[in-house]
């Protein structure tokens, strides 16, 4: 049975064609599943019963179901373990931010980038997700907020998986969350984080979206970059800042530049130094990310002290930067490291 969720209007009116139906049903199943949030065909009061038995005899709307929720002590960070039809798990985080409700995103599940300080790769990628299912994300936040009359405001594709290397269904998704008969998504309000895979942000520049663009650095030469992140074998690091520069170029938007601060491994002062000089001249920001330390892996946090200091060096050099506000820690907010915890069967000893 092929689910109705996730598809595009025009993919919806070529079903309805062929089960006979006129044009304007599709836009009534859009608003159904789309704007009310329908989980059935049942309550689609404006349409003829014998419509609903015949789209409920041949269509799903298949969403996620919550299957873990984890409430930082902050009240700041809401963290969802989602799972989909066929038992895959996604780790979905809401974010109350000063600017409003900002969710991230899981576009595969696991990831095969093999990032040395990140849990979802631990165990490899299971599957890249659905242009439904990444929807099905947004919609399980928006449905869980509408209760208190809010919504996701912002959006950044940065949980786990690596978005480029689900390039199609990423942009599917991003299209059709833009759509005003899905949920009217501002462009401006989504960020995607990439691990530096440059023929993504190649295609995405071509794309001329007002989308920004995040590219995670993490380190400030070949050497410790292929360290950290293997993806830097394949696309060394001047070669991604080249692709970084074309595409702010282009987008005329600031490229952000994430930098995870992992103690005595990239934080000294050189660091910071060669980092400056790295992205000298480009329409560029730094955010700095003080590690959560990671159980499986042995890094540290680096002391308040030293964040500060690697934070002035940037700004003395007039690279605009921000350090990401603690958030979740108590639960384990670092990417893939719930979904680990509850796929290993080991989350009583982490929550209890
Ligand atoms: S940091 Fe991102 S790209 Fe790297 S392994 Fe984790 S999810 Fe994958």
Request: hydrophobic letters at 35%; aromatic letters at 8%; glycine letters at 6%.
């Amino acid at each position: 049975m092929e689910n109705i969720f996730g598809l595009t209007i025009q993919e919806i009116d070529k079903r309805c064609h062929e089960l006979q139906m006129p044009s304007y049903r599709s836009k009534q199943i859009a608003d159904w599943i789309y704007h009310k949030s329908a989980n059935s065909f049942e309550g689609m009061n404006n349409l003829p019963k014998d419509l609903r038995i015949a789209l409920a005899a041949q269509f799903s709307i298949l969403k996620a179901e919550c299957i873990k929720q984890w409430d930082s002590t902050d009240g700041v960070t809401t963290k969802f373990l989602l799972r989909f039809f066929d038992g895959v798990t996604v780790e979905t985080v809401l974010m109350r931010q000063p600017y409003g409700n900002s969710v991230c995103i899981s576009t595969q599940a696991g990831c095969a980038m093999g990032c040395a300080f990140c849990a979802s790769t631990l165990h490899g990628v299971t599957r890249n997700l659905t242009t439904g299912e990444m929807l099905a994300e947004v919609f399980w936040v928006n449905d869980y907020l509408h209760i208190k009359n809010q919504k996701v405001d912002t959006m950044v594709l940065m949980g786990s998986g690596e978005p480029m290397m689900n390039y199609d269904n990423v942009l599917g998704f991003l299209r059709l969350i833009h759509e005003k008969y899905c949920l009217n998504f501002g462009y401006r309000n989504i960020t995607i984080s990439t691990s530096g895979v440059i023929p993504g942000i190649k295609r995405l520049e071509k794309e001329d979206l007002p989308i920004t663009l995040s590219i995670s650095l993490h380190a400030a030469n070949d050497n410790l970059r292929s360290e950290l992140m293997p993806i830097n074998k394949k696309y060394p690091i001047h070669d991604v800042i080249a692709a970084g520069k074309a595409y702010s170029e282009t987008t005329r938007r600031r490229v952000t530049y994430e930098y995870i601060l992992i103690h005595d491994v990239n934080d000294t002062d050189k660091d910071a130094y060669d980092l400056a000089n790295l992205l000298r001249g480009q329409m560029a920001n730094v955010n700095l990310i003080p590690i959560n330390p990671v159980r499986e892996r042995n890094w540290k946090r680096p002391p308040k002290e030293r964040v500060g200091e690697f934070l002035n060096i940037l700004e003395k050099m007039h690279i605009p930067t921000t350090v990401r506000r603690e958030m979740g820690t108590d639960i384990q907010a670092a990417c893939g490291q719930l979904r680990n915890q509850y796929e290993c069967g080991i989350e009583r000893e982490f929550f209890d």
